[in-house]
């Protein structure tokens, strides 16, 4: 399953359709209670629907979590947490045996209950019709989650050890998860550190030694400037961004580029120096292909 970052951005689905969708909220929260009883009227000629629906207890339960997947649909809020409702949703149909052609089914008549609502609440067509193509991608994308969690659903029944492997998946996940974390609080002492040899650097100037104190400094700068694209990156990445690879190569880039500042307070031979720009024009070009690429 991709994850719901990636889904919002294959279906075109921004900001403005979360809050397109939150204005609706008010306005089909007065439909909640009418949604359940006309949804029961669209099934009530489904051939499965009395092996599944099979007492007023389980009906009941039923039409509540219908209303509220009603109102979480214009929420406003659609996350991991949200993506994760979703194929829970998907797998308890896979657990029934219900088939995915009812779903589909019943996700029309969803649609066309909410396009009714929208039809009989704005007035205005250039509104609506704005309303109605975020109501359509939510619907999509919920639509998309649920069959996909029918087909990873119907996998499973392949894998006998599949309860071992998703504990195993789990574990795995958390054991990375700590492991960036602790790579967050690596950076945040290494920043420390930096700041450190910044003051040092910062030192030879009011010592006397301008030239090298002013190098040493820019170097310090540089250095401290990629720590904090680093922890930028992985706070990304712990809230689901991608792996920003351009990110390690500037760490590089800089690396060499305080080596020349370096060497040229040394007096280090030519030839050395020339290796080092040359490192630092491959590099170049290597961080310029991966920004093209990424963007």
Not at 149 to 175: C, D, P, T, W
Not at 263 to 276: F, S, V, W
């Amino acid at each position: 399953m991709e994850s719901i970052r990636d889904i919002k951005k294959h279906y075109n689905f921004f900001e403005r359709d979360a809050s397109n969708l939150m204005r609706v909220s008010p306005v089909m929260a007065k439909y909640a209670d009418e949604f359940p009883h006309k949804f029961y009227e669209h099934i009530k000629d489904f051939e499965e629907t009395s092996r599944f629906l099979k007492n007023e207890e389980v009906i009941k339960r039923h039409q509540k979590a219908l209303k509220e997947w009603l109102l979480n649909l214009f929420s406003g809020d659609y996350e991991d947490s949200y993506l994760t409702s979703l194929e829970k949703v998907g797998f308890a149909h896979v657990k029934i045996g219900l088939r995915p052609h009812y779903v589909n089914a019943s996700m029309n008549f969803v649609r066309i209950f909410c396009l009714d609502v929208l039809r009989k609440e704005f007035k205005d067509e250039a509104e609506r019709r704005e309303l109605a193509n975020s109501l359509e991608k939510i619907i999509d994308i919920n639509l998309d989650v649920i069959i996909s969690s029918f087909v990873e659903g119907e996998l499973k029944n392949y894998f006998i050890s599949h309860k071992i492997e998703s504990k195993m998946i789990q574990v795995a996940k958390r054991f990375v998860h700590g492991l960036n974390l602790v790579l967050l609080v690596g950076l945040m002492l290494m920043s420390v550190m930096v700041m450190g040899l910044f003051v040092y650097d910062v030192s030879h100037i009011f010592d006397g030694n301008i030239e090298k104190g002013l190098l040493s400094t820019l170097g310090s700068l540089l250095v401290l400037w990629v720590v904090i694209e680093l922890m930028n990156t992985e706070i990304k990445h712990l809230k689901g961004g991608k792996f920003a690879i351009k990110v390690f190569i500037s760490v590089a880039l800089v690396s060499v580029i305080r080596k020349i500042l370096i060497t040229t307070l040394k007096g280090e031979a030519i030839e050395a120096q020339l290796a080092l720009i040359a490192a630092v024009a491959v590099l170049g070009v290597v961080y310029w292909l991966i920004a093209r690429i990424e963007a």
